[in-house]
C-alpha cells in the first residue's frame, strides 16, 4: 500500500494563502488518482478536491472551487494544494488519499493529515 505524509499545513489569516503537499512512497503513485479531505472540529471528512493520474482532470468540492487547485508531480511522487482566499470555516485537518472511483470514493488508506487553521 502506498503511504501518504501530509505537510504543509500552519496558521494563516483569513483571505491568506497556504500550499499542502503530500509525499506518497511506493512506485504505483502515478497509477493513481489521488484527493484531499478534510475535517472540521466536530464534523465528518469531507471530499475537498481530486485529481487524476495524469493530471488532466480535476474535480472540486463547491465550497472551494476557485479558490483551491489540486496539482501533482509524479515524478516526485507528490500531489499538492493551493489554497488561496482561505476562510476560517476552511479550518480542519487535511488528508490525502488515493481515489479508487472517480472523484471521491478512497480506499480509506490515511496519512496522519496536517492542521489549517484560519483565525478571522
Known amino acids: 500500500q502506498v503511504q501518504l505524509v501530509e505537510s504543509g499545513g500552519g496558521l494563516v489569516q483569513a483571505g491568506g494563502s497556504l500550499r499542502l503537499s503530500c509525499a506518497a512512497s511506493?512506485?504505483?503513485?502515478?497509477?493513481?488518482?489521488m484527493g484531499w479531505f478534510r475535517r472540521a472540529p466536530g464534523k465528518e471528512r469531507e471530499f475537498v478536491a481530486a485529481i487524476s493520474w495524469s493530471g488532466s482532470s480535476t474535480y472540486y468540492a463547491d465550497s472551494v472551487k476557485g479558490r483551491f487547485t489540486i496539482s501533482r508531480d509524479n515524478a516526485k511522487n507528490a500531489m499538492y494544494l493551493r489554497m488561496n482566499s482561505l476562510k476560517p470555516e476552511d479550518t480542519a485537518v487535511y488528508y490525502c488519499a488515493a481515489i479508487i472511483r472517480w472523484p471521491t470514493a478512497t480506499n480509506n488508506n490515511w496519512g496522519q493529515g496536517t492542521q489549517v487553521t484560519v483565525s478571522s
Open positions: 511506493g512506485r504505483t503513485f502515478s497509477s493513481y488518482a
